[in-house]
């Protein structure tokens, strides 16, 4: 786990409500638990400020980081894709967004397709991009102010449920992503007899719940949340999905007590 997914991940999950904000020395604290140096977490701080995803204030000697604006939406739209899951019953429809980018703005190109696969959307052709889910404003809001980019969107039904699910095979790699679900079965559902029985306590519950997160969070972002319909038969993610949300619960007392642990001994 790299030092800046780590500091993310700690402010999702734990800090972001204790108040949103942590003394550097309790932040080096809670990253010792994962073996990273304290030099490193400080340039991890650093760039994340300069990035805009935190701001740090001076008390008195300490250095005190908390999350702005960006980062608190980020966060309330990643934890979003990683926890929730779409149970309405699919209407048909699918939701297309079909765009151009000028020749010499292939960054903004770029920019363009990672906020359509971060919408849960996949590229049917280069230029068109569909979803069942309903979220083409969304993207076409976030470019409305670039005159490099040209945005149509549309939603209609297609010839029927056979080629409803040969549209997703093309626009998405599901066997791709269900075995990435099967593996994270694998490896976590073995352990939930630990988890249930409590075994785990203090820094070793900590790592464990956050590396889950990091294990597991990877995947529904590149998962566009294909509904019932949409899914092939023997498809895992749900159960990998539940397996996830019960060992993240499972987790839950522990970690925590860990981390007000530290961050009360940085307080005295």
Known sequence: MRARSLVFDLFGDYLRYRGGAVRLRALVALMECFAVPEATTRVAVTRLRKEGWLDAERQGRETVYSLT????????????????????????????VIYQVAET??????????????????????????????????????????????????????????????????????PGLDGEYAELLLTYEP??????????????????????????????????DLPYELLPADWVGREAHEVFLEAHSLLRRPAEACVDALLASQEQ
């Open 105 to 174: 703005s292939r960054g903004t190109r770029e920019q363009l397709r990672k906020q359509l696969a971060w919408r849960g959307f996949g590229p049917l052709s280069p230029g068109v991009w569909l979803s069942p889910h309903d979220r083409s404003e969304q993207v076409r809001s976030a470019f409305a102010d670039d005159p490099a980019v040209t945005i149509d969107v549309f939603s209609s039904r297609s010839a029927g449920q056979a080629a409803d699910r040969d549209i997703a095979a093309r626009a998405w790699d599901l």
């Open 69 to 96: 604006e960006a980062a608190w939406e980020m966060l309330d739209e990643g934890r979003e894709r990683i926890f929730g899951r779409v149970t309405e019953p699919w209407d048909g429809m699918w939701h297309m």
């Open 191 to 224: 352990r939930l007899a630990a988890y249930r029985a409590g075994e785990l306590h203090g820094a070793a519950a900590l790592v464990e719940r956050m590396t889950l997160v990091h294990d597991y969070r990877q995947i529904p972002f590149r998962d566009p």
